[in-house]
T-cell receptor
Framework: DQQVKQNSPSLSVQEGRISILNCDYT??????FLWYKKYPAEGPTFLIS?????DKNEDGRFTVFLNKSAKHLSLHIVPSQPGDSAVYFC?????????????FGKGTLLTVNP | GAGVSQSPRYKVAKRGQDVALRCDPI?????LFWYQQALGQGPEFLTY????????KSGLPSDRFFAERPEGSVSTLKIQRTQQEDSAVYLC???????????????FGPGTRLTVL
């Protein structure tokens, strides 16, 4: 049973437009959420995170929105650039003794076309 | 380099062979993690070390999988009697602090792609 779901395997957008990547979770105990970006043949790199006490976190072109009631989060990239083309993973963790344990979604391949 | 390194980057094994995968975490990082990423899936947690202590091995899929970090730095993931379903990318990650709190950032290595024939 997948606890973190990224239902769109791929997304294609034009350079300069907004990219919106979505993520849903089922475990209500999750209270910390992260987005990782992965280029081919490299490990995932941390992009941005959000705690469940917030509903928005912004870092430059990247903004993550959290809707706890819907158990949904999204990553917005504005404006999108060709270098943003990568696989994006949503991950979640819970407070407490196992807060180190990240549960990942399957990822969404973003392609930004020049 | 200053990042997490893993070796070998690629490993082909015949079914039944034993393999050993190495991870060099970022210097001074206390926490070390192993993940397994099957094709088309996200990384799945295998095990967690704090220094040399293996605090959580709940994600190891079977007793054929064994991980160690004897001196609290380099770690080795060993898979005995490999099976085809073990084919995956094995990712190592490290983190500076023991318990990941607000800034729950794990730094990942490039992974070892294991193919079992």
């Amino acid at each position: 049973d997948q606890q973190v779901k990224q239902n769109s395997p791929s997304l294609s957008v034009q350079e300069g437009r907004i990219s919106i990547l979505n993520c849903d979770y089922t475990n209500s105990m999750f209270d910390y959420f992260l987005w990782y970006k992965k280029y081919p043949a490299e490990g995932p790199t941390f992009l941005i995170s959000i705690s469940s006490i917030k509903d928005k976190n912004e870092d430059g072109r990247f903004t993550v929105f959290l809707n706890k009631s819907a158990k949904h989060l999204s990553l917005h990239i504005v404006p999108s650039q060709p270098g943003d083309s990568a696989v994006y993973f949503c991950a979640a963790s819970r407070s407490g003794g196992s807060n180190y344990k990240l549960t990942f979604g399957k990822g969404t391949l973003l392609t930004v076309n020049p | 380099g200053a990042g997490v390194s893993q070796s070998p980057r690629y490993k082909v094994a015949k079914r039944g062979q034993d393999v050993a995968l190495r991870c060099d975490p970022i210097s001074g990082h206390v926490s070390l993690f192993w993940y397994q990423q099957a094709l088309g899936q996200g990384p799945e947690f295998l095990t967690y070390f704090q220094n040399e202590a293996q605090l959580d091995k709940s994600g190891l899929p079977s007793d054929r999988f064994f991980a160690e970090r004897p001196e609290g730095s380099v770690s080795t993931l060993k898979i005995q009697r490999t099976q085809q379903e073990d084919s995956a990318v094995y990712l190592c990650a490290s983190s500076r602090i023991p318990l990941l709190a607000d800034h729950n950032e794990q730094f990942f290595g490039p992974g070892t792609r294991l193919t079992v024939l």
